[in-house]
């Protein structure tokens, strides 16, 4: 039972990470432009530094919780989010607004490293684990601009952040009392050595082997990260300039962004069922391949075939995260695997930082007719990378506990 009420606060934590790291983008898309006098395009690289945090903070926060304890740090996680939250309610200019959402980047950093570690701890088997609570942070992505609709036209933009930072900070204290008020032998974290059937599965990799595999996922997580963090990012304001006919306020807005986000959720479950049965490298390939199409058949639609194209090309984007999640679990040991979900990470963020500026750039030459163009190319160039995967990988399981 504390193992499974566990679970579900690593999972709420994962809707907290996205929920934060978007509120803003709803913000800029729908009220901020038109309250400050600044375009789309202008406001929304002040997002950038929380971006770069978010990538950049991941490295330490893996290692600290290598070295320290992986449940206090997602306590720092839950209870410093929250405040910064706060704190960004607080903001009178853009700068003020870039400085708050920078320590909101810096407390998100910590849940993937931490989080997904903690996540797949003690299993073998981690695509259905890593896929449920993924699909929590996509939920957490879909309900961003929901929330934030409903916020902003009930009691204004601040509220968008005080009210979600007020429940993250409660559901850190509540952690507190889980981990620290029930005493049972797991509730200190430990590393216990790697089993020697994943051992042997590891040292039976050829070293060039490991090596493609590592490049490969990161090779997919930064261009990954680039289509992940251009979709969530711009989809509200996607959903603002082409679901004219069937959305004229923010709320409106918010619930079409929520329910695509929320079926396309359902891809992660799917998905993580199929590569705990089946190759990850078909898997991944066929993922992949979806994407490119999709996006190429995006431009140029509106109203409901826009909203049924997004539902789709969302459908494999969130698909797609179990997959390289579940590849670091089968050739990582426990001891060190925060550190390499860290480095993944920031590999992704890093690149999702640099996204923000180059959704603007793209936007205000080409429109998004030209940057779903751009992401149809990179799923493409992702399908042909997955190629290069080796078939031993598939055989493999986690490295666990």
Same mark, same amino acid.
């Given at each position: 039972m504390v193992n499974r009420i566990h679970f579900f606060f690593l999972n709420i934590g994962h809707f907290f990470d996205h929920l934060f790291m978007l509120v803003f983008a709803t913000m800029a898309a729908l009220t901020l432009s038109r309250e400050w006098g600044m375009s789309y395009a202008e406001l929304i690289p002040y997002a950038t530094p929380g971006f770069v945090a978010f990538g950049v903070c991941a490295v330490p926060a893996g290692w600290i919780a290598d070295k320290w304890n992986r449940k206090g740090m997602m306590i720092v996680f839950y209870i410093g989010i929250g405040l910064s939250s706060i704190g960004s309610a607080l903001a009178e200019t853009p700068l003020q607004i870039a400085i708050g959402l920078f320590f909101i980047g810096v407390f998100a950093a910590v849940y993937h490293p931490v989080g997904l570690a903690l996540v797949v701890q003690g299993r073998e088997n981690t695509g259905v684990p890593l896929a449920i609570n993924g699909v929590y942070g996509n939920l957490g992505v879909a309900s961003a601009a929901l929330i934030t609709g409903f916020l902003i036209d009930q009691a204004g933009w601040r509220s968008a952040f005080i009210w979600p930072?007020?429940?993250?900070?409660?559901?850190?204290?509540?952690?507190? =009392?889980?981990?620290?008020?029930?005493?049972?032998?797991?509730?200190?974290?430990?590393?216990?050595?790697?089993?020697?059937?994943?051992?042997?599965?590891?040292?039976?990799?050829?070293?060039?082997?490991? =090596?493609?595999?590592?490049?490969?996922?990161?090779?997919?997580?930064?261009? =990954?990260?680039?289509?992940?963090? #251009?979709?969530?990012?711009? $989809? /509200?304001?996607?959903?603002?300039?082409?679901?004219?006919?069937?959305?004229?306020?923010?709320?409106?807005?918010?619930?079409?962004?929520?329910?695509?986000?929320?079926?396309?959720?359902?891809?992660? $479950?799917?998905?993580? !069922?199929?590569?705990?049965?089946?190759?990850?490298?078909?898997? +991944?390939?066929?993922?992949?391949?979806?994407?490119?199409?999709? +996006?190429?058949?995006? /431009?140029?639609?509106?109203?409901?075939?826009? $909203?049924?194209?997004?539902?789709?090309?969302?459908?494999?984007? +969130? =698909?797609?995260?179990?997959?390289?999640?579940?590849?670091?679990?089968? &050739?990582? *040991? #426990?001891?060190?695997?925060?550190?390499?979900?860290?480095?993944? !990470?920031?590999?992704?963020?890093?690149?999702?930082?640099?996204?923000?500026? $180059?959704?603007?750039? &793209? !936007? %205000? *030459?080409?429109?998004?007719?030209?940057?779903? %163009?751009?992401?149809?190319?990179?799923?493409?160039?992702?399908? &042909?990378?997955?190629?290069?995967?080796?078939?031993? &990988?598939?055989?493999? *399981?986690?490295? !666990?506990?």
């Open positions: 930072g007020i429940v993250s900070i409660a559901t850190g204290f509540s952690y507190v =009392g889980l981990v620290y008020g029930v005493r049972t032998r797991h509730a200190k974290d430990s590393h216990p050595q790697v089993d020697d059937k994943a051992a042997a599965d590891m040292k039976g990799l050829d070293r060039r082997i490991l =090596g493609r595999v590592f490049a490969v996922i990161f090779f997919s997580t930064a261009v =990954g990260g680039l289509v992940f963090q #251009s979709t969530t990012f711009a $989809l /509200p304001k996607v959903f603002d300039e082409r679901l004219a006919a069937l959305a004229q306020s923010a709320t409106l807005v918010g619930w079409y962004a929520f329910i695509v986000f929320a079926v396309a959720a359902l891809g992660q $479950l799917v998905v993580g !069922y199929l590569v705990d049965h089946f190759s990850v490298r078909t898997v +991944f390939a066929f993922v992949t391949g979806l994407q490119g199409i999709f +996006f190429a058949v995006m /431009p140029g639609t509106t109203d409901w075939s826009a $909203l049924l194209v997004a539902m789709a090309f969302m459908l494999v984007v +969130f =698909g797609q995260i179990p997959i390289n999640d579940v590849l670091v679990s089968r &050739i990582t *040991r #426990s001891e060190w695997r925060s550190r390499v979900y860290a480095f993944r !990470y920031i590999v992704g963020f890093s690149v999702m930082a640099s996204s923000v500026p $180059l959704i603007a750039w &793209i !936007y %205000t *030459r080409w429109g998004f007719d030209g940057l779903f %163009t751009v992401l149809s190319g990179a799923a493409i160039c992702i399908f &042909i990378s997955v190629l290069l995967l080796p078939r031993a &990988i598939s055989a493999m *399981r986690s490295s !666990y506990p």
